[in-house]
């Protein structure tokens, strides 16, 4: 029942009557498109972002022992650095240690109460890792909102590994379902 709710014909409002402008514009400056702020610049179709993760030789012990458990590290995009905030590994099938291609959470209050990146909270990067076409989630996601149904916003980020590329990574918007985080 889903898919055809998402693949139900758009609805197309009824056309209106113009009267033609008869005015010139000369020189008239096209509308111009706001920049994505905030948030939405995560999960924008404008582009693929670049982010880096940093973790010292101690976070990486501790993450070699509990892969689940958020470590104290470093978040950086462009200019901007956010420091200390958690970051852990993420996967059960597609678990992947750092000298591969791991899929990742990070944290940005669990070291600093309120801290946000671009106002949220959490975000998750995943590595695609049984999807070569790198838009499975995306689309997937996409069709269930299509159909009103709740899914978490997704987009693009390169992302480096203390300095190293590690690929390209879909951006998964964390959801608070009642208090629990997915």
Request: glycine share 8%.
């Amino acid at each position: 029942m889903v898919l055809i709710l998402a693949c139900r014909e758009p609805e197309v409002p009824a056309p209106t009557v113009q009267e033609e402008d008869t005015t010139e514009s000369v020189g008239a400056a096209p509308p111009v498109e706001e920049e994505p702020s905030g948030e939405d610049i995560l999960y924008a179709d404008t582009g693929v972002l670049e982010f880096g993760i940093e973790l010292d030789a101690d976070a990486i012990a501790t993450l070699k022992g509990s892969p689940d458990d958020y470590v104290s590290g470093a978040f950086v995009w462009g200019d901007e650095r956010y420091e200390p905030v958690g970051v852990r590994l993420k996967g059960n099938s597609t678990y992947q240690w750092l000298d591969a291609r791991p899929a990742w959470k990070v944290k940005f209050d669990e070291y600093v109460p309120g801290q946000r990146f671009h106002g949220v909270e959490r975000i998750t990067l995943d590595s695609n890792y049984w999807d070569g076409s790198m838009m499975a989630e995306t689309l997937t996601y996409r069709m269930w909102r299509l159909s009103d149904a709740p899914a978490p916003r997704t987009g693009y980020a390169n992302v480096r590994f203390n300095g190293e590329l590690k690929g390209l990574y879909t951006i998964v918007e964390s959801m608070e379902i009642g208090r629990a985080h997915v």
